[in-house]
């Protein structure tokens, strides 16, 4: 039996091709996942967030703190707190509204390993100058291949590898990496510290920066670095904010600075040793101060 063959033009062959492409639905849209880390979710919907600072091991103090707030400020850099403290009361209460974040003394590996080992969400790093420094902050924070993070134990999983969720596959989502700007330094090399990939927030250290520039804050030279540094974060695409949460309202970027140390709770409440500064709930006019170094 002769079987002839019919060849299309090319023409039409890609024509046909277009035809069923086009008949194909289009895929669809990935459903955005929701965060564990309610404080890094809330910073992604636009939303200024606040913290208590805890420098001291206190596990009811701080687990009471933990129930008005966006996140926990976990002080390693001006105070004596060790890693196994901060175990203890991130464990005390690990379902609190607070997401727990650590300020640590520098950028190195072992400290933030052992800071994402016990089950912070978050680090903060002091005293960023250059993107080298954010760049180690990034690396150690995350597994690979976004970062370089080794596997050891730690009660990070249990805390939140709960209710079928995966820890391994998505703690790298749910990780805050925040890098302090303090020096005039930091601020001329702000836009390549913003750009590391990695860096998830640039915030001004107001006290230090007045400091190690010798402008006051309220002189024009030391806003025109604050206003440097708002300017190239945002160019980066990141998220931008200040120490100081008086900054909070009442600022020329007030209304684009959404990571603050300390300030108004969730629900009005007061520690015992600030009470009378109002709260979230009673307004802002007058929100928490910082701790001593943060002003």
Not at 8 to 22: I, R
Not at 98 to 126: F, K, N, S, Y
Not at 247 to 265: E, I, M, R, V, W
């Amino acid at each position: 039996m002769n079987i002839q063959r019919f060849v299309l033009p090319a023409a039409v062959g890609t024509m046909l091709c277009l035809v069923v492409a086009q008949a194909q639905p289009a895929p669809p849209a990935a459903k955005p996942v929701k965060l564990y880390n309610t404080a890094k979710q809330k910073l992604l919907e636009g939303k200024q967030i606040f913290s208590f600072t805890q420098s001291r091991m206190d596990p009811a103090a701080y687990c009471e703190s933990a129930k008005h707030y966006d996140y926990a400020w976990l002080e390693m850099q001006h105070s004596t707190l060790e890693f196994a403290d901060i175990e203890k009361m991130i464990g005390a209460c690990p379902n609190a509204p607070a997401i727990p974040m650590i300020r640590l003394p520098d950028a190195q590996e072992w400290h933030i390993q052992h800071a994402t080992d016990i089950g912070v969400l978050g680090i903060v790093v002091p005293t960023v100058d250059d993107a080298d420094r954010a760049r180690e902050a990034a690396k150690w924070a995350r597994y690979p291949p976004r970062g370089r993070r080794s596997s050891g134990q730690g009660q990070a999983t249990t805390l939140w590898g709960i209710n079928g969720i995966n820890y391994r596959s998505t703690i790298d989502d749910n990780m805050l990496v925040v890098v302090m700007i303090e020096t005039p330094t930091g601020v001329s090399n702000a836009y390549e510290i913003a750009s590391v990939a990695g860096v998830d927030v640039v915030i001004i250290g107001n006290n230090d920066l007045t400091q190690f520039s010798g402008f006051p804050a309220n002189s024009p030279e030391y806003q025109a670095m604050v206003t440097k540094v708002y300017t190239e974060t945002k160019r980066a695409g990141k998220i931008f904010g200040q120490a100081n949460a008086t900054f909070a309202t009442g600022h020329p970027l007030s209304k684009d600075s959404f990571f603050f140390q300390n300030g108004p709770s969730n629900d009005g409440w007061q520690p015992p040793a600030r009470a009378g500064r109002g709260g979230r709930g009673g307004g802002r006019g007058n929100p928490n101060a910082p701790p001593p170094g943060e002003r």
